[in-house]
């Protein structure tokens, strides 16, 4: 089920920008690791950016790295993912992730997607050439 709820997708063309955002409801908050995904039929959801919320270390994907910039808000309900010169290739569903605690720290890492309990149901973005 998810719990989180993404917003800020829409269509792009290439070399343009977009943000999106990622709020945490009720009374929840992460101290741990959040995270953006995306996700093209038929490939796995693979991470593009994460943020370990105590310390505010950051961790990209090669396929976005000096791209993308996330970012998150001092309430720690609130991440963001700024997307420039946004690409076709970038064109996915994007999906906010959430997971408390430093385990998502070993393991498969913050990239990881099985370092995640919790989810959003994701926001489409589509970039044009």
């Known amino acids: 089920q998810a719990q989180l709820v993404e917003s800020g997708g829409g269509s792009e063309q290439a070399g343009g920008s977009l943000r999106l955002s990622c709020v945490v409801p009720?009374?929840?908050?992460?101290?741990?690791?959040m995270g953006w995904f995306r996700q093209v039929p038929g490939n796995e959801r693979e991470g593009v950016a994460a943020?370990?919320?105590?310390?505010?270390?950051?961790y990209y994907s090669s396929s976005v790295k000096g791209r993308f910039t996330i970012s998150q808000d001092n309430t720690r309900k609130m991440i963001y993912l700024q997307m420039n010169s946004l690409k076709p290739e970038d064109t996915a569903m994007y999906y906010c992730?959430?997971?408390?605690?430093?385990?998502?720290?070993?393991?498969?890492?913050?990239?990881?997607?099985?370092?995640?309990?919790?989810w959003g149901q994701g926001t489409q973005v589509t970039v044009s050439s």
């Open positions: 992730a959430a997971a408390a605690g430093s385990r998502c720290l070993s393991g498969g890492g913050p990239l990881s997607r099985q370092s995640y309990n919790l």
């Open positions: 009720g009374d929840i908050f992460i101290r741990g690791c």
């Open positions: 943020v370990y919320t105590g310390a505010g270390s950051t």
